[in-house]
């Protein structure tokens, strides 16, 4: 059947409109966004959309919320196998958790990290912001706690944790970054295994005390 007769549930079109508003902000940009261009490629009427977002902003907003949801959700869901009294074993996960979710959702992570989705928030989107940014303070305050860069400040230590994991994940859900660097570097590691040795490499498993200024890049001791 093709997009032009396909018939949609209520709940269905929300969620199509939702994953094709994704797709088009990664492949095409902000500015191609608009729930006519949508509803003509889903094979609805061009009043559609309207019965689930009022407009763009509203779109935007709820598909961000979303991301940040499920973003939050499995970072959460990650730590769920660690010991809760290894603080640096948890961020560990967290940030393993993080990468590998928005690597196998690269349309919707790149929509949260858009910069002009930030001028739709709505006291939703900023709520679901919050929430994911809570839980990364309070497993890097853990860490701090247990000795990992326990003189560094807060804040600064909030950007190194969160810096590379979201840059990893905007350079490898971006085949136009990504390619040319995986095709210079070969490796024989699969994703997950590249993923984890990003990870270690910001919060190794090592337990012993770190210091910002002068990161262990080795593997770490066994």
Sequence with gaps: MSLTNKQYHHGDLKVAILEHAAQTIATEGLEALS????????????????????????????LATSGWQQITAATLQAIETTEPQDPSARLNAMGRGFLKWALEHPSLFQTITHPDVGRYA???????????RSEIKMAVEAS??????????????????????????????????????????????????????????????????????????SSGSH
Excluded: C
């Excluded at 490629?41 to 763009?56: E, I, M, Q, T, Y």
């Excluded at 709505?122 to 994911?132: N, P, S, T």
């Excluded at 979201?166 to 660097?181: C, E, K, V, W, Y």
């Design 144 to 217: 701090q706690v247990a000795g990992r860069h326990a003189d560094t400040d807060l804040l600064a230590l909030m950007l190194y944790t969160n810096a590379v994991p979201f840059g990893a994940a905007m350079i490898l859900s971006n085949p136009f970054l990504s390619d040319p660097l995986l095709a210079a570097t070969p490796t024989g590691l699969d994703r997950e295994q590249l993923i984890n040795k990003v990870i270690d490499l910001v919060v190794p498993l090592d337990s012993s005390p770190t210091h910002l200024s002068q990161p262990s890049l």
């Design 35 to 62: 729930l006519r261009a949508i509803a003509r490629d889903l094979g609805v009427s061009h009043g559609a959309p309207n019965r689930h977002f009022k407009n763009k902003a509203q779109l935007l907003a709820v």
């Design 122 to 132: 709505d006291a939703d989107l900023k709520a679901a912001q919050e929430a994911f």
